[in-house]
């Protein structure tokens, strides 16, 4: 078994033994406990890419934080087994979900994915702002159409018009005012990120 990168408390020894266990269990609805017995048994190796799996990512939303896999998806009727879990990257596992189980991603693709993510992990300098970047051209684009749509309706109504009309436009205004908020949010999540990393002094690539 290969070194598994961990900061867990217990010993290599005491872990196995925890590990064989609860393999011999059904599988748990806990999922940080999951990831944990998979992160043993797998070797800390990602199962879809086959690079190792840094167990100090542990927020859920950080892209190489440890995630439990299933093989078989759920959504394809795949069950919460040992057989059926595998450890894998979060963003190998999210690369993953975009497509449908039959479909074989060769491994490179996963390897590319992978050091993407950490590359965008490594770099926040970099790619957050870039990415608020995104997200305000998003804005930008949103806006104009979310006024429109709310022109469209404002006439329809001062007209009484069509009901169904009226309803087809509001749904429109909903649409957009739901893009637009979309986007808002997320660059408030990116900025709150950016203050974090700052805080924590990383700021330039070495
Ligand atoms: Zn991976």
Known sequence: MPDVPTSWELSREEWEAVVL?????????????????????DGGICGLCKTPVDSGFREPHDPASPQADHIIEKSYGGPHTWENLRLAHGYCNKYRNNFPASVAVPEEVFREAFEQAVHRWENPHVYLPRAIAWDEGLIAEYR???????????????????????????????????????????????????????????????
């Open 21 to 41: 266990d609860d393999l011999n269990r059904p599988a748990m609805k806990d999922r940080q406990r999951v990831i944990e017995v998979l992160m043993i048994r």
């Open 144 to 206: 104009p159409k979310l006024a429109a749509a709310e022109r469209e309706l404002r006439k329809l109504v001062m007209a009484d018009g069509d009901k169904d009309a009226i309803t087809e436009s509001a749904r429109a205004v909903a649409h957009w005012a739901k893009l637009v908020k979309s986007a808002q949010t997320h660059r408030a999540t990116l900025e709150r990120r950016i203050a974090k990393h700052i805080a924590k002094g990383v700021t330039r690539e070495k």
